[in-house]
């Protein structure tokens, strides 16, 4: 690695102590509102600002690996004005603007840079006609944020946003008011493998009307244009383009002397055009209804409507959705609920039908050593469904991907080799084996982020596939379950559970296997304060599931214990032990955790945070491990503020590393 260039730290100290040592530059001056006069001066604030990035990133396999590394320093001069022309309420500014100097060196295994900019911060808003109906603002803003791409890294990124924006109100009666906003956001930057070049333009026209006591209908019309070639540097980007436009009506209505009777309705159509290499369009509407009938202070009746209807591109699905159901607290200690319910699938290649009645009911009592519950349930299903394609298509199913953990696609029987997984702007697809990997255990498939993806941590993915249907055939399905808890000598709980359910065909096949079986859980926890402040929180689980399609044994175990150092600090340590046998996979699960979190005030003026957090998992087929230390720390003084963040993260997977440091530290003072 290069040696950094001579004089660094020394300018850097330079530049915090002149922060430390200079006054205030100008004072506030104040008008009274009444004031009229060709121009006016409201008043002055503004905040200097200096601020600290390292950024060290090691990956790749044990035997090849790379790093990237950057530092950089910025310093930001910001001054904001408030004034009005005439009188404030005909025509308020906030204008205001300063310099950012940007320093930056990068250092990687083939090459090194170094980087010295001047960048300018603006805001420029007018307020016309604040104190009346019908105010309208315009507004025009330059910044250059710190953009985080993931856990540790982060670039500069230029965002220029302008627009309009106003209400009308006092309309119908003053019932009814209007609101518009205009609105064009521009983002341009990158660094440390990702690029950001993104355009969006949104126009937004609503309608609420409140009337009687407790009624209102809103409307919302929103149109959305979006340009994007943002994405991983590592991989091929496309220019993305989308068009969408959503209606939105919603309304609220009220009935009966006491309130009792209440309706909610909401209508929502979306119309979407993508564009990339090909041409998507997508057609979307969706009903949601909802009617209760409080008909004294311990039973309500509910009735429940879900109609949806999508159209992507050729591939079309309808879903209806009916509920009517009753709850009743029948006595002190006896609850009950029943319902009935009816839904439709009609899509593309299938359809189903399918009837339920559904029944539950709780006994719950205080007791000498504390408190038992017994609740028991009932179900009866009957389902027909017509196939007459082997597969359906699912477009756009969001993904949050967290580290390395996997998540569970929303539909089983997940075909091999149609899983499509892209970034949420649609201008890039992950690879298989590269930015991700599929996990299948029995009838589950899930997405698993790998430690040198393009894919950065918590980032957001739209995935597609598609999923096998399970034939043609008419069958019923019961099933019931019964659960008892107890809470006993103050401190301790325990719990039992157990479900079953049976599927007859009546006539036809089912292709793929059912879900009849078995499932017993059981547990005992405990809260505890003990000594002198400390408390105990420790829970035990087995979870026995023998389902025909993915039978499995789970055994989990957490405990941590928190206390108070003293003052404000608390110390909380933390273990957690998962062990997970899939009889039919080999993606077992074998996972220790171990968690240390220190956080509180000291001296008065400041605040530390801290935490360390390990997980071992060696179950699966790729052993993964995480460790974590994070720290925060944040001192102020008056005008002064000091905040210093640092990471340290090491995430294996298999043979695959990927290490990070980060150093963030800021200095501001507010005038």
């Given at each position: 690695?290069?040696?950094?260039r001579?004089?660094?730290?020394?300018?850097?100290?330079?530049?915090?102590?002149?922060?430390?040592?200079s006054?205030?530059?100008?004072?506030?001056?104040?008008?009274?509102?009444?004031?009229?006069?060709?121009?006016?001066?409201?008043?002055?604030?503004?905040?200097?600002?200096?601020?600290?990035?390292?950024?060290?990133?090691?990956?790749?396999?044990?035997?090849?690996?790379?790093?990237?590394?950057?530092?950089?320093?910025?310093?930001?001069?910001?001054?904001?004005?408030?004034?009005?022309?005439?009188?404030?309420?005909?025509?308020?500014?906030?204008?205001?603007?300063?310099?950012?100097?940007?320093?930056?060196?990068?250092?990687?295994?083939?090459?090194?840079?170094?980087?010295?900019?001047?960048?300018?911060?603006?805001?420029?808003?007018?307020?016309?006609?604040?104190?009346?109906?019908?105010?309208?603002?315009?507004?025009?803003?330059?910044?250059?944020?710190?953009?985080?791409?993931s856990?540790?890294?982060?670039?500069?990124?230029?965002?220029?946003?302008?627009?309009?924006?106003?209400?009308?109100?006092?309309?119908?009666?003053?019932?009814?008011?209007?609101?518009?906003?205009?609105?064009?956001?521009?983002?341009?930057?990158?660094?440390?493998?990702?690029?950001?070049?993104?355009?969006?333009?949104?126009?937004?026209?609503?309608?609420?009307?409140?009337?009687?006591?407790?009624?209102?209908?809103?409307?919302?019309?929103?149109?959305?244009?979006?340009?994007?070639?943002?994405?991983?540097?590592?991989l091929?980007?496309?220019?993305?383009?989308?068009?969408?436009?959503?209606?939105?009506?919603?309304?609220?209505?009220?009935?009966?002397a006491?309130?009792?009777?209440?309706?909610?309705?909401?209508?929502?159509?979306?119309?979407?055009?993508?564009r990339?290499?090909?041409?998507?369009?997508?057609?979307?509407?969706?009903?949601?209804?909802?009617?209760?009938?409080?008909?004294?202070?311990?039973?309500?009746?509910?009735?429940?409507?879900?109609?949806?209807a999508?159209?992507?591109?050729?591939?079309?699905?309808?879903?209806?959705?009916?509920?009517?159901g009753?709850?009743?607290?029948?006595?002190?200690?006896?609850?009950?609920?029943?319902?009935?319910?009816?839904?439709?699938?009609?899509?593309?290649?299938?359809?189903?039908?399918r009837?339920?009645?559904?029944?539950?009911?709780?006994?719950?009592?205080?007791?000498?050593?504390?408190?038992?519950?017994?609740?028991?349930?009932?179900?009866?299903?009957?389902?027909?469904?017509?196939?007459?394609?082997?597969?359906?298509?699912?477009?756009?199913?969001?993904?949050?991907?967290?580290g390395?953990?996997?998540?569970?696609?929303?539909?089983?029987?997940?075909?091999?080799?149609?899983?499509?997984?892209?970034?949420?702007?649609?201008?890039?697809t992950?690879?298989?084996?590269?930015?991700?990997?599929?996990?299948?255990?029995?009838?589950?498939?899930?997405?698993?982020?790998?430690?040198?993806?393009?894919?950065?941590?918590?980032e957001?993915?739209?995935?597609?596939y598609?999923?096998?249907?399970?034939g043609?055939?008419?069958?019923?399905?019961?099933?019931s379950?019964?659960a008892?808890?107890?809470?006993?000598?103050?401190?301790?709980?325990?719990?039992?559970?157990?479900?079953?359910?049976?599927?007859?065909?009546?006539e036809?096949?089912?292709?793929?296997?059912?879900?009849?079986?078995?499932?017993?859980?059981?547990?005992?926890g405990?809260?505890?304060?003990?000594?002198?402040?400390?408390?105990?929180?420790?829970?035990?689980?087995?979870?026995?599931?023998?389902?025909?399609?993915?039978?499995?044994?789970?055994?989990?175990l957490d405990?941590?214990?928190?206390?108070?150092?003293?003052?404000t600090?608390?110390?909380?340590?933390?273990?957690?032990?998962?062990?997970?046998?899939?009889?039919?996979?080999?993606?077992?699960?074998?996972?220790?955790?171990?968690r240390?979190?220190?956080r509180?005030?000291?001296?008065?003026?400041?605040?530390?945070?801290?935490?360390?957090?390990?997980?071992?998992?060696?179950?699966?087929?790729?052993?993964?491990?995480?460790?974590?230390?994070?720290?925060?720390?944040?001192?102020?003084?008056?005008?002064?503020?000091?905040?210093?963040?640092?990471?340290?993260?090491?995430?294996?997977?298999?043979?695959?590393?990927?290490?990070?440091?980060?150093?963030?530290?800021?200095l501001?003072?507010?005038?």
């Open positions: 690695m290069k040696a950094r001579p004089g660094r730290w020394a300018q850097a100290v330079a530049k915090i102590a002149l922060i430390l040592v006054p205030a530059v100008c004072v506030a001056e104040y008008h009274e509102v009444d004031d009229i006069k060709p121009f006016g001066l409201l008043d002055v604030s503004g905040h200097v600002r200096v601020g600290y990035l390292f950024d060290d990133r090691e990956r790749g396999a044990s035997v090849d690996k790379s790093f990237e590394q950057q530092s950089s320093w910025e310093e930001e001069f910001f001054v904001l004005t408030r004034s009005f022309i005439y009188h404030p309420g005909f025509l308020n500014m906030d204008l205001g603007g300063g310099p950012v100097l940007v320093q930056q060196q990068f250092d990687t295994n083939v090459d090194s840079a170094t980087n010295d900019d001047v960048l300018f911060n603006f805001l420029g808003r007018l307020n016309l006609l604040e104190l009346k109906t019908y105010p309208v603002s315009v507004y025009y803003e330059r910044t250059h944020p710190s953009v985080t791409t856990r540790s890294g982060r670039f500069l990124v230029q965002n220029d946003v302008y627009g309009v924006t106003g209400h009308i109100s006092g309309l119908l009666r003053d019932r009814t008011s209007a609101r518009y906003a205009i609105t064009r956001r521009e983002a341009a930057g990158s660094g440390l493998g990702s690029v950001v070049d993104t355009t969006v333009e949104t126009r937004t026209f609503g309608l609420d009307s409140r009337y009687r006591t407790s009624d209102n209908i809103e409307f919302r019309f929103d149109t959305l244009d979006q340009e994007s070639a943002s994405g991983s540097a590592g091929p980007i496309v220019r993305s383009e989308l068009d969408q436009e959503i209606a939105e009506v919603r309304a609220n209505n009220v009935f009966g006491a309130e009792q009777f209440r309706v909610s309705q909401r209508l929502r159509r979306m119309e979407q055009e993508n990339t290499t090909t041409v998507s369009t997508l057609d979307d509407r969706v009903y949601n209804g909802n009617v209760n009938w409080q008909y004294n202070s311990d039973g309500r009746v509910f009735f429940n409507l879900r109609d949806a999508s159209k992507r591109d050729s591939i079309r699905q309808d879903f209806t959705d009916l509920e009517l009753a709850s009743e607290q029948l006595t002190e200690r006896i609850f009950a609920r029943g319902l009935v319910a009816h839904s439709a699938v009609d899509q593309t290649g299938f359809t189903r039908d009837s339920s009645v559904r029944g539950a009911a709780e006994y719950s009592r205080e007791t000498g050593f504390g408190g038992i519950g017994i609740s028991g349930s009932v179900r009866a299903e009957r389902s027909d469904q017509e196939s007459t394609a082997d597969e359906i298509g699912v477009f756009d199913e969001p993904l949050l991907l967290v390395t953990t996997p998540v569970d696609l929303r539909n089983e029987f997940v075909v091999p080799g149609s899983v499509i997984v892209r970034n949420a702007d649609r201008t890039q992950y690879v298989e084996g590269l930015d991700y990997r599929l996990i299948t255990t029995g009838t589950v498939t899930s997405v698993q982020r790998l430690v040198n993806s393009s894919i950065t941590d918590g957001t993915v739209l995935v597609d598609s999923y096998s249907t399970s043609t055939a008419e069958y019923d399905t019961v099933g379950g019964i008892f808890r107890a809470d006993f000598l103050q401190n301790f709980r325990a719990h039992v559970r157990y479900d079953w359910q049976d599927t007859s065909i009546r036809g096949e089912l292709t793929n296997p059912l879900n009849d079986g078995e499932i017993l859980e059981f547990g005992i405990a809260s505890n304060q003990f000594l002198d402040g400390w408390t105990l929180d420790a829970q035990y689980r087995h979870l026995q599931q023998d389902l025909e399609t993915s039978p499995f044994v789970s055994d989990q405990a941590s214990i928190t206390t108070s150092l003293g003052g600090m608390a110390l909380t340590l933390a273990a957690g032990l998962i062990e997970t046998d899939y009889e039919n996979s080999d993606e077992d699960i074998s996972q220790v955790s171990y240390v979190g220190l509180g005030r000291i001296l008065r003026r400041s605040y530390l945070a801290y935490d360390a957090f390990l997980l071992d998992d060696t179950g699966g087929s790729l052993p993964r491990k995480q460790f974590r230390h994070r720290v925060h720390f944040q001192w102020s003084y008056r005008q002064m503020r000091f905040d210093l963040r640092a990471t340290l993260s090491d995430d294996e997977l298999g043979v695959s590393v990927r290490k990070n440091t980060t150093v963030t530290a800021q501001t003072r507010v005038f």
